[in-house]
């Protein structure tokens, strides 16, 4: 496929950031050239700020649309370590997809810290169809231990529960969002 994206980073550290914000937007086409004709868009928004230092509040707007013939696995897919913990990635599939989550930071003790999320979305076969009588929660908890205190990359634990029993254990570096 050919196509662009366009970034605008304003946050005071990438890691573990206390303010500004990150906005993503990406639109690619695949032009039949193999077996498929469609075209992908994406939206990545993102806010962060600090009520005291390192304790952060931190929010994510997220929507990705497939346009045409996609195939399954290209198909936007609600759930997985950084969007709405809870549900595998793949859970839920359809050409347009929508959530927003909400995540509280704070470091505790030491090198020690928290994090509470949660999370609204779904997927619909197109932005007109969208339900919000159906919408995906997701919430959860997880641990972190300041492994790089110099540029605040965390260790992270995240265990998130969703609708209907999903729920997920998630491992990673750095935040989710």
Do not use: C
């Not at 946050?11 to 992908?40: C, L």
């Not at 600090?50 to 707007?61: L, T």
């Not at 007109?128 to 605040?152: A, H, I, P």
């Amino acid at each position: 496929g050919f196509g662009t994206d366009l970034v605008w980073d304003s946050r005071d550290n990438i890691f573990f950031p206390n303010s500004g914000g990150y906005q993503y937007f990406k639109v690619v086409f695949y032009p039949g050239i193999g077996d498929f004709n469609f075209a992908k868009l994406e939206l990545d928004v993102r806010a962060y700020r600090a009520i005291s230092p390192d304790h952060v509040f931190a929010f994510n707007f997220y929507v990705e649309s497939a346009l045409g013939d996609t195939p399954f696995y290209q198909l936007p897919a609600l759930g997985g370590q950084t969007r709405m913990r809870g549900y595998f990635n793949g859970r839920y599939r359809d050409n347009f997809y929508s959530m927003m989550q909400l995540e509280y930071r704070q470091y505790f003790w030491k090198r020690l810290g928290f994090a509470a999320f949660g999370g609204l979305g779904n997927v619909s076969e197109d932005m007109l169809s969208y339900d919000f009588g159906t919408m995906k929660y997701s919430y959860g908890v997880g641990l972190r231990f300041l492994f790089n205190k110099e540029q605040k990359v965390n260790l992270r634990m995240d265990i998130g529960f969703g609708n209907d029993g999903n729920r997920g254990i998630y491992f990673g570096i750095q935040e989710a969002f």
